[in-house]
């Protein structure tokens, strides 16, 4: 399977990683898209869609020792510290993440941090103009939520031996500046310690053995009472987190999740029928095959989807509708990315009540509401200039296939733009809280289909704003 794109965005990629290890499929399909995107002359802005703000954003490791901080530091090792970091993998490899964390650290250490207003960073490092929508845009946001999980990563894999921090608070764009020591033991804890073990040498040595049972028994009990707090506070982490609860099916599902994507030609059909024999396929062909290839803002969806597995530890399989079949979505859970280029998902859609309707003749797509067939406000022409489009809509699913007895998800668009939507949804910690909000109490065990609205400026997508729902 090969990405494309208009223009020729998409160098061919083969999605072929069936057996290879999930990490290592994942990164390469992430890095192939990032690098394509952020790095070339991509035709419709499609830089701002690959990130989702706020996943995967991490703190330094448990078993950090104790440190206390210091803000006291000189500009030219706050310098030399931002080069460190900026040679490391995780940012040299990108221009855009390198650009900004750049510029806001050099202005911080200017004295200019007053400056650092999203408008402003917008303009003079992402090139936007003066009177640009920040409501709409999200360049600046995604790309310092994405600076701020990579600086969290560089400190927590110990990329750096250097007592230096830079850190960015969620919410600001201003840098601070610290420098980590160890913290001092606290005076008096040892000189008791060894005043205590002096004088346990002048009492007597015998113990009864009551005693001995009394302090056993507080012993288990209190390691009991103590690995129950612990599972009752990540059990009331976990319930309360929208995004682990929507996720959780997948994420405690045993076996690899299966990520099919749709592509740009038909699948085929694995339900039945008689096998035509053709003649065999040439190279030539099976590279420009439509069945073979995927759009660009499928596969970045696809990436995004698989990084946030990677990041729970789960294993994923990837694979495009034409070539998963039934067979492979009886095997475990599954996430299907497209809606009409994705045979799977217009075969679960078909019983619902939100599916996808056509006009052929007017080229024109849309999502029906079995409860009020009247509505046909939910649709996007296809025959309308793509940069001209100003709002697409779009399905998530969560259900149990009653054929496979598997869960499934569903990201798809009516256009490429409402599946961009959509995966930024299911991976957006923020977007899932509204999703929340809407559900019944005990959603966590339901199956649910929502309807997604998302503007569309000049061939980006928003975030989707939820307009319909159903929960059973």
Request: overall charge neutral; aromatic content about 6%.
């Amino acid at each position: 399977m090969l990405l494309a794109s208009e223009g020729r965005l998409g160098r061919p990629f083969a999605l072929q990683t069936f057996g290879r290890g999930h990490q290592q499929c994942c990164e390469e399909l992430r890095d192939f898209v990032r690098s394509e995107v952020t790095n070339g002359p991509a035709h419709g802005n499609f830089g701002g869609l690959m990130y989702p703000e706020k996943i995967g954003e991490r703190t330094l490791p448990d078993h950090a020792p104790a440190l206390c901080t210091t803000s006291e530091v000189p500009h030219e090792d706050v310098l030399e510290h931002l080069e460190q970091i900026l040679s490391h993998t995780l940012f040299r490899n990108s221009r855009r993440y390198t650009e900004v964390f750049r510029y806001i650290v050099e202005r911080t250490l200017e004295g200019n941090e007053g400056q650092l207003k999203e408008r402003t960073i917008g303009i003079e490092v992402f090139h936007r103009t003066p009177d640009y929508d920040t409501s709409n845009d999200h360049v600046v946001r995604s790309a310092m939520s994405e600076v701020r999980r990579r600086l969290a990563q560089y400190y927590s894999e110990g990329g750096s031996e250097s007592e230096l921090r830079i850190e960015l608070q969620p919410g600001s764009y201003v840098p601070h500046f610290s420098r980590i020591v160890p913290s001092a033991p606290e005076p008096g804890i040892a000189s008791a310690g060894t005043a205590l073990a002096a004088a346990s040498e002048t009492l007597p040595s015998r113990k009864p053995r009551l005693q001995t049972r009394v302090r056993r028994g507080i012993a288990v009990v209190g390691a009991v009472g103590l690995v129950a707090a612990v599972a009752i506070l990540l059990f009331s982490a976990y319930r309360n987190d929208p995004l682990q609860t929507f996720w959780a099916p997948l994420f405690s599902a045993r076996g690899p999740v299966l990520l099919c994507v749709g592509t740009l030609g038909e699948g085929r059909q694995s339900a039945g029928g008689t096998p035509v024999t053709k003649p065999p396929v040439t190279l030539a062909e099976f590279h420009s095959a439509d069945a073979q290839l995927v759009h660009i803002m499928d596969a970045v969806t696809l990436a995004e989807l698989a990084r946030l597995l990677g990041q729970h530890n789960k294993a994923c399989r990837l694979a495009s509708h034409s070539e998963a079949n039934f067979a492979d979505l009886q095997n475990g859970p599954s996430v299907l990315v497209g809606l009409m280029n994705n045979d799977w998902t217009e075969r679960l859609l078909s019983n619902l009540r939100f599916t996808v309707g056509q006009d052929l003749q007017r080229q024109v797509m849309l999502i029906r509401d079995r409860n009020n067939p009247a509505n046909r406000d939910w649709a996007i022409n296809y025959t309308a200039p793509y940069l001209d489009i100003t709002r697409d809509y779009a399905l998530i699913l969560r259900m149990k296939d009653p054929k496979t007895d598997q869960v499934v998800i569903v990201a798809a668009g009516l256009s490429a733009f409402g599946t961009s939507a959509a995966g930024k949804f299911l991976t957006d910690p923020d977007d899932m809280k509204k999703l929340a909000a809407i559900a019944p109490r005990d959603w966590a065990n339901k199956s649910m289909e929502i309807v997604l609205s998302t503007v569309v400026i000049r061939g980006t997508a928003g975030h989707g704003t939820i307009i319909a729902s159903q929960f059973w």
